[in-house]
Every structure is written in structure tokens, then in C-alpha cells.
Nanobody, 123 residues
Framework: QVQLVESGGGSVQAGGSLRLSCAASGAAYNRNCMGWFRQAPGKEREGVASMYMYGGNTYADSVKGRFTISQDGAKDILYLQLNSLKPEDSGMYYC?????????????????WGQGTQVTVSS
């Protein structure tokens, strides 16, 4: 089993920054690919960024150049740096993991999910 615990969300003004963290535990082979997703009220969950644990990142077009996904050396914490935030970035942000190394931004392909951390950006 994999457990994922997100933290770091909050309320910021447009143009501000946040850093989200996802503490992961459980078998590493179940976490070959990890990603960040978000869901706004009344909208479907969407992929933001994903990372293959041995190299390679993917970003949604809407966040390219503003968000950065990274991990610590021990690969047990996944980060998402959010810069130049916009009101449309608001939502619940979730960390997810899957064993297959073909990383994508498709939520249905991920097996393990955290509880989420709220990000609110005001104009």
C-alpha cells in the first residue's frame, strides 16, 4: 500500500507563490510515477504535473513556466512549487502515485491518492 499526505496549501493573492509537499510512504515500486492534480468546485479533476521517479516531468499547458514539480533525494517527498498564481489556479490539490512508469496527467490512471490540500488565489 501507498500512503500520501499533502501539505502546504493556503490562501494567497494573485501573483503569489506556494510550495506544496506530498509525504509518501509504502513500497517504492508502487510510486514509479507521481503527480499533482487539482479540482475546482463543479469541475473535473485535472492533471497539473507528473514526474517519473528516475527522470522526466510533464506539465499541463496551463501551468508551464509557473509550476515546478520536484522530489527530495530520498524520493519520499514530492513537491510542487506554484509561482505567479492566478485565481483560476484555485482548487483542491491532490498528490497521486502509480506503479507503472508511463507518467501521464490522466487521473484515472493513478492508483493511490492523498486527501488533498486547498489552494485559494484571490484577485
Amino acid at each position: 500500500q501507498v500512503q500520501l499526505v499533502e501539505s502546504g496549501g493556503g490562501s494567497v493573492q494573485a501573483g503569489g507563490s506556494l510550495r506544496l509537499s506530498c509525504a509518501a510512504s509504502g513500497a517504492a515500486y508502487n510510486r514509479n510515477c507521481m503527480g499533482w492534480f487539482r479540482q475546482a468546485p463543479g469541475k473535473e479533476r485535472e492533471g497539473v504535473a507528473s514526474m517519473y521517479m528516475y527522470g522526466g516531468n510533464t506539465y499541463a499547458d496551463s501551468v508551464k513556466g509557473r509550476f515546478t514539480i520536484s522530489q527530495d533525494g530520498a524520493k519520499d517527498i514530492l513537491y510542487l512549487q506554484l509561482n505567479s498564481l492566478k485565481p483560476e489556479d484555485s482548487g483542491m490539490y491532490y498528490c497521486a502515485a502509480k506503479p507503472r512508469p508511463t507518467c501521464s496527467l490522466v487521473p484515472s490512471e493513478y492508483n493511490y491518492w492523498g486527501q488533498g490540500t486547498q489552494v485559494t488565489v484571490s484577485s
